[in-house]
T-cell receptor, first 114, second 116 residues
């Protein structure tokens, strides 16, 4: 079975540009998570969805960040405009059903904003 | 509020030594779940183990073992006879239900270097 699929794997963009990260969760999973990993702050939960509905977006840094999940098999995380401090690895993850089931991660999108 | 503390930032051991990675958590929930993930140099996050709060049995999987102690809110991870391939960052995580939904918090990770 395919795991969580993220794209792009690597992106380098200039400050001020719009960045869109994409994620396809594991089929059948009804929870989707977006995490950001930096050296300074470690792994931070940005937002998560249940059945395509955003449940908790308290981790989203500011209005420049937005996330959508138009259907069960696709989600996007958008940064507009991007800034150098947004440089990080962004992980998408998914799991199924009740709380506490194993969360499976994608390989991450490595973002560099110059 | 929930919190996961991995006090060891970096550990270096010589190959074949045993090593224990510590994880201490805080939660007010009686039902919660604990996880360990491995992040090798290639960057992906690999699931290692999941434990629920009602199961305090220690678990062994090959060279890996986990010691869950509710009395001390700890979920420690031991690698026996470490190998170079064990070099990675290891994360402990806590999941609890919030209003029927779940939220997972990760510790800051412990970087393990196994020296040949």
């Amino acid at each position: 079975d395919a795991g969580v699929i993220q794209s792009p794997r690597h992106e380098v963009t200039e400050m001020g540009q719009e960045v869109t990260l994409r994620c396809k969760p594991i089929s059948g999973h009804d929870y989707l998570f977006w995490y950001r990993q930096t050296m300074m702050r470690g792994l931070e939960l940005l937002i998560y969805f249940n059945n395509n509905v955003p449940i908790d977006d308290s981790g989203m840094p500011e209005d420049r960040f937005s996330a959508k999940m138009p259907n069960a098999s696709f989600s996007t995380l958008k940064i507009q405009p991007s800034e150098p401090r947004d440089s990080a690895v962004y992980f998408c993850a998914s799991n199924w059903g009740i709380s506490g089931n194993t969360i499976y991660f994608g390989e991450g999108s490595w973002l560099t904003v110059v | 509020a929930q919190k996961v503390t991995q006090a060891q930032t970096e550990i270096s051991v010589v190959e074949k030594e045993d090593v224990t990675l510590d994880c201490v958590y805080e939660t007010r929930d009686t039902t919660y779940y604990l996880f360990w993930y491995k992040q090798p140099p290639s960057g992906e996050l690999v699931f290692l183990i999941r434990r629920n709060s009602f199961d305090e049995q220690n678990e062994i999987s090959g060279r890996y073992s986990w010691n869950f102690q509710k009395s001390t809110s700890s979920f420690n991870f031991t690698i026996t006879a470490s190998q170079v391939v064990d070099s990675a960052v290891y994360f402990c995580a806590l999941c609890e239900s919030t209003g029927g939904y779940q939220k997972v918090t990760f510790g800051t990770g412990t970087k393990l270097q196994v020296i040949p």
